[in-house]
């Protein structure tokens, strides 16, 4: 029978490669880390990598993938490999790749989100094709994967072009309109195998963003008169359990995502996965983003979460959980249920 020992865990060291690491070498693989030079520090100082392969830039991955098929390796992706590799290449790995490739593609493209998730019939926020239809409250969106950098909110056209203006080297349609909806963010994360055909609620989190949770440090009047204007760059995570009759809904609503992917994709979505939004006061979930991958906010779970430990009675991160997946389909003889 094949065993773990005959296969090796490695990823890219930013985003989630420690919880990812970790959780492999819980569940017996021996692990490898690809790390930009000069960056190495946490992956050695936290014992997760037994081989740390240096490159001069995340971009630079093509270079050591010969590495990988070498050793056996099997590569998880993660939020910093999708914005370094690039969607355009992702489809160029030839390395074992845990999870479907081709919904990346999806996740990273926010017309093709938007037809999958309303396919699923998921709430979403309005969207406006023109900054002249802006009719409320509306948060500007530019593209590619910048951890929320430069966002900014609009009340009217007038409100748009003045804040655009700053953002000249976007100004050829690179963002999206969104309707701005009033509530608390909620980041949903799921996982879902194929091996037992099961969904899973691993944890929830919100982003801790600079500026927009410092703001309310500093009086409205302050805000006005010393100009500052709300971003949303991500600095951090922080961990929420939810209102348990929020459940029902939660774990329906990932359902239905897992089971609309199957009509996107050859082999639909599996693994870990999250629906990022906004609930409102009236209860409405509004998703504005799925990723199809593993999170950053499951970091603060690296023990475990309180819906994992319900589950597992052993500490489970959404990383170890990944490892596991994989252990079962090698034990198994069915590899090629993880691998896409
Ligand atoms: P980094 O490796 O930190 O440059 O992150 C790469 C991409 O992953 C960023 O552009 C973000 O979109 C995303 N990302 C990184 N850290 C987090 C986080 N803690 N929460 C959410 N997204 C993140
Ligand atoms: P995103 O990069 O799409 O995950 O969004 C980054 C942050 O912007 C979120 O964590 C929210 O704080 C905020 N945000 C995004 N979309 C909306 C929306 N439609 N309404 C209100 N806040 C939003």
Same mark, same amino acid.
């Given at each position: 029978? /094949?065993?773990?020992?005959? !296969?090796?865990?490695?990823?890219?060291?930013?985003?989630?490669?420690?919880?990812?690491?970790?959780? /492999?070498? $819980?569940? @017996?693989?021996?692990?490898?880390?690809?790390?930009?030079?000069?960056?190495?520090?946490?992956?050695?100082?936290?014992?997760?990598?037994?081989?740390?392969?240096?490159?001069? =830039?995340?971009? $630079?991955?093509?270079?050591?993938?010969?590495?990988?098929?070498?050793?056996?390796?099997?590569?998880?992706?993660?939020?910093?490999?999708?914005?370094?590799?690039?969607?355009?290449?992702?489809?160029?790995?030839?390395? %074992?790749? !845990?999870?479907?490739?081709?919904?990346?593609?999806?996740?990273?493209?926010?017309?093709?989100e938007r037809k999958w998730l309303?396919?699923?019939?998921?709430?979403?926020?309005?969207?406006?094709?023109?900054?002249?239809?802006?009719?409320?409250?509306?948060?500007?969106?530019?593209?590619?994967?910048?951890? @929320?950098?430069?966002?900014?909110?609009?009340?009217?056209?007038?409100e748009f072009y003045e804040k655009?203006?700053?953002?000249?080297?976007?100004? $050829?349609?690179? !963002?999206?309109?969104?309707?701005?909806?009033?509530?608390?963010?909620?980041?949903?994360?799921?996982?879902?195998?194929?091996?037992?055909?099961?969904?899973?609620? %691993?944890?929830?989190?919100?982003?801790?963003?600079?500026?927009?949770?410092?703001?309310?440090? &500093?009086? /409205?009047?302050?805000?006005?008169?010393?100009g500052i204007r709300t971003t949303?760059?991500?600095?951090? =995570?922080?961990?929420?359990?939810?209102?348990?009759?929020?459940?029902?809904?939660?774990?329906?609503?990932?359902?239905? &995502? &897992?089971?609309?992917?199957?009509?996107?994709? $050859?082999?639909?979505?599996?693994?870990?996965?999250?629906?990022?939004?906004?609930?409102?006061?009236?209860?409405? !979930?509004? &998703?504005?983003?799925?990723?199809?991958?593993?999170?950053?906010?499951?970091?603060?779970?690296? =023990?475990?979460?309180?819906?994992?430990?319900?589950?597992?009675?052993?500490? %489970?991160?959404?990383?170890?959980?990944?490892?596991?997946?994989?252990?079962?389909?090698?034990?198994?003889?069915?590899?090629?249920?993880?691998?896409?």
């Amino acid at each position: 029978m /094949a065993n773990v020992i005959d !296969y090796k865990i490695a990823t890219l060291g930013s985003h989630t490669a420690l919880q990812i690491l970790k959780g /492999a070498k $819980d569940e @017996g693989f021996k692990t490898i880390c690809i790390c930009e030079k000069g960056r190495t520090k946490p992956y050695k100082s936290y014992g997760v990598a037994d081989e740390i392969i240096e490159i001069d =830039n995340f971009k $630079d991955y093509f270079k050591i993938e010969p590495q990988l098929i070498e050793q056996n390796a099997i590569i998880i992706p993660h939020g910093s490999y999708v914005a370094y590799i690039g969607a355009e290449k992702m489809m160029d790995v030839k390395a %074992m790749h !845990y999870g479907t490739k081709g919904i990346l593609e999806w996740e990273s493209d926010r017309t093709k989100e938007r037809k999958w998730l309303l396919d699923a019939d998921i709430k979403l926020p309005k969207i406006f094709k023109k900054p002249e239809d802006i009719d409320r409250p509306v948060i500007i969106k530019f593209h590619g994967a910048r951890g @929320g950098k430069g966002y900014f909110i609009a009340n009217s056209p007038e409100e748009f072009y003045e804040k655009m203006e700053k953002h000249e080297e976007d100004a $050829d349609g690179n !963002y999206v309109i969104q309707e701005y909806i009033v509530g608390v963010p909620v980041y949903s994360h799921y996982f879902y195998s194929r091996l037992n055909g099961e969904l899973e609620i %691993m944890s929830f989190d919100k982003r801790y963003e600079s500026n927009a949770d410092s703001i309310g440090r &500093v009086a /409205a009047k302050d805000q006005v008169d010393v100009g500052i204007r709300t971003t949303y760059t991500i600095t951090g =995570n922080v961990p929420i359990v939810l209102r348990e009759s929020l459940l029902p809904e939660i774990f329906d609503m990932g359902q239905r &995502v &897992v089971d609309s992917s199957k009509k996107i994709v $050859d082999g639909g979505l599996f693994g870990p996965f999250c629906l990022e939004g906004i609930i409102d006061p009236e209860l409405n !979930y509004f &998703v504005f983003e799925i990723s199809a991958r593993i999170v950053a906010g499951t970091n603060p779970f690296v =023990n475990g979460s309180p819906y994992t430990w319900l589950r597992y009675d052993e500490p %489970m991160s959404t990383g170890r959980r990944i490892a596991r997946d994989i252990k079962e389909a090698i034990e198994r003889g069915e590899i090629e249920k993880i691998l896409g």
